[in-house]
């Protein structure tokens, strides 16, 4: 049984002390055709290598089927000293692994340490539990980030989106224990950005399962167990006041590639706030190990640009497993029955 509660800015903050990895080059922005990528050993073209074919299903599309893993070490958003590159060279690529390596050697035999009263502290040992990401496969790739670019990194928000934020912040100054409304959808298990869409690495159990039949394609996430069942039939999308944490997927084929488009989402999840997010996903199978991730994200009302990423999906051996996380689980009781502490001893306090 796995167990865990991350936010969504942990795959920014942590992946960033060990900055190496993912896919070669520049996602493309809709209707823009793929620049060539990046081999993740000799940075090499990767349109130098022969053709590859995939296999298709009874209905005659790629295959996409199986289980896979996005695990990376690498930053969503690029950090600031590496500003203006995109890619490490095939030594810096090198130096970054050995890095890695060494730090699991070392979390194993030592533990990694911690401040004390710390949330690192009091939380298990990732490698114990096998979920240290160095201990599962890594998908190593050149890139310094998983936003492509110059800039790699999140476009500033719209004054509007400021205002809005800062006005929901102040409203609930005060207030974010009173109740389980109050928490994040994610401390209550019934939401997580890195399902997306975009589909992101989490901190750990970062696996996927791809399933499909006629007419449809099912991605199901081990982190928070969430399953995108994606009709590929031509159907056009919800009526615009549908809403969805989700929102609401339909794909196509172009090619090999799979291009999912989904719109309707609420601004609760992935991003909260955003109010008119739009993403565009293209998945394609570019060998028996990889799929090619890429996507791109746009919410004119919530940053000035769209941004883009991409990153490798990897082949993995074995199934997905119980992500034992539920709304009322005992993270969200414990946390809501600290609150209620923390205030009858206040009350006292002022009675004295």
């Not at 934020?165 to 224990?177: L, M, N, T, V, Y």
């Not at 209550?188 to 006629?214: E, H, K």
């Amino acid at each position: 049984m796995r167990v865990g509660i991350m936010g969504y800015r942990s795959l920014a903050s942590s992946a960033a002390l060990t900055a190496f990895l993912v896919v070669s080059s520049g996602a493309p922005a809709a209707g823009q055709a793929a620049p060539a990528a990046k081999s993740a050993t000799s940075g090499k073209s990767a349109t130098s290598k022969k053709a590859w074919t995939p296999s298709r299903t009874p209905e005659g599309q790629p295959d996409l089927q199986g289980v896979w893993t996005n695990n990376t070490v690498t930053p969503l958003e690029r950090p600031k000293d590496l500003a203006g590159k995109e890619f490490y060279t095939d030594a810096e690529l090198a130096a970054g692994m050995k890095k890695e390596h060494e730090r699991l050697d070392l979390n194993v035999e030592e533990g990694l340490p911690t401040e004390p009263g710390t949330a690192a502290d009091v939380h298990y040992d990732f490698s114990e539990y096998g979920l240290d990401r160095a201990q599962t496969k890594i998908a190593w790739n050149h890139r310094t980030s998983i936003i492509v670019g110059p800039d790699g990194r999140i476009p500033p928000l719209t004054p509007e989106a400021r205002k809005r934020i800062a006005d929901r912040r102040a409203k609930a100054k005060g207030h974010e224990f009173d109740g389980p409304e109050n928490r994040p959808l994610g401390a209550r298990c019934l939401a997580r950005p890195n399902v997306g869409p975009p589909l992101l690495p989490s901190a750990y159990n970062s696996n996927l399962q791809i399933v499909q039949g006629a007419g449809y394609v099912v991605i199901e996430a081990e982190m928070i167990h969430d399953a995108r069942v994606i009709p590929t039939d031509g159907r056009p999308h919800l009526a615009k006041n549908v809403k969805q944490w989700m929102g609401d997927s339909v794909g196509h084929w172009e090619g090999n590639t799979l291009v999912i488009d989904t719109t309707n989402f609420t601004d609760l999840n992935p991003f909260e706030d955003a109010q008119n997010l739009h993403v565009v996903e293209r998945l394609t199978r570019v060998d028996a190990e990889t799929i090619l991730y890429q996507f791109t994200v746009e919410d004119p009302g919530m940053w000035i640009k769209p941004w883009s990423g991409e990153l490798p999906i990897t082949k993995m051996q074995g199934q997905l497993y119980e992500y034992a996380c539920h709304e009322a689980n005992y993270g969200l009781v414990n946390t809501l029955r600290g609150a209620r502490v923390a205030e009858e001893e206040a009350a006292k306090k002022a009675t004295k």
